[in-house]
């Protein structure tokens, strides 16, 4: 079966991106039966709660493992990890590893939005992985192949949409509602699930979006190509089955979806780490600017005092609020 789950970051921020990750793993199960209990299934190596001896890696919602006293290291180890071990990040040989290795794998169609945006870009200074050594990563990641391989489990896809802030205000814009714009790109991921995993057992795990507790008349709006079948719709658990042909497939939406479903957990972390790599690339531009600025995670009330920190500068610079603040 295929258990794939879909979370975000940066929903509330006045500054940053908005990003929406979503994690795939195949595994033994009828997808129609319950979930397996992943952090049960690979217990050696990954575990809900912080190891003090580092033998394990920390997966749960990123509120769980980052904290801003902290910094990203215990974020960054188990999204790298899981990257390495799957084979989807390979470190350049020749030169060292940067930030924008990771989003070219994880985020790949990232990169022309990123160059109309100077705070995005790397400074010349930059080192990576951010908190972690990346010989230890990849020495940890080998043994969590291991066990990957010993439970039939495996990581088949792990990506982050990304919307900076003028794409975003775009979105929001139009739509005249940020839930509306969140869901479009959850909707993107569904859609890739569902043309590439429907027919081998697919059940997507959603954390709720914004204020929602209803998702029928989305569903079957945005995939009227499939049968919608209501299951339950509760305000904190509601279930669909897609079905077409022969392919059913289940969509849950709940609330603390991270405690119930790893790759749920996994995608929030990957959101997470994205938003918190590229706002350290922000920090680093702006204090370059003006020296005396202190760093932001872009939330209010705090997002407005560093906006009234930076303001000379962006005055100087002609930076229009449409292309470095959110209109929602």
Known sequence: MILAGIDEAGYGPLLGPLTIACCALRTPGDHMADLPDLWKRLSRHVSAKRSSTGRKLHVNDSKAVYSPSAGVKELERSVLCVLLASGFFQPPAGRPTTL????????????????CCPWYLPQPDESYPLQNDLLSLQLFSKSLTLELTATDTNCIHYH???LLEEPLNRMMDATRNKSSASFSYVARHIDHLLRNYAAQGLVIFCDRQGGRSHYGSLLRM?????????????????????????KTVRIIFAEKAEAQAMPVALASMLAKYVREGLMHRYNLYWRALVPTVEPTAGYWPDGTRFL???????????????????SR
């Open 222 to 246: 945005m995939f009227d190509d499939w049968s919608l079948a209501v299951l339950k719709e509760d305000p904190d658990f509601c279930e669909y089955h897609l079905s077409r042909a022969d």
């Open 308 to 326: 009234q920190d930076i303001a000379s500068k962006r005055q100087e610079l002609n930076i229009p609020d449409a292309r470095l603040v959110r």
């Open 160 to 162: 982050c949409h990304v």
């Open 100 to 115: 924008d290795d990771l989003l070219a794998v994880a985020a790949p169609n990232l990169a022309a939005d990123l160059a």
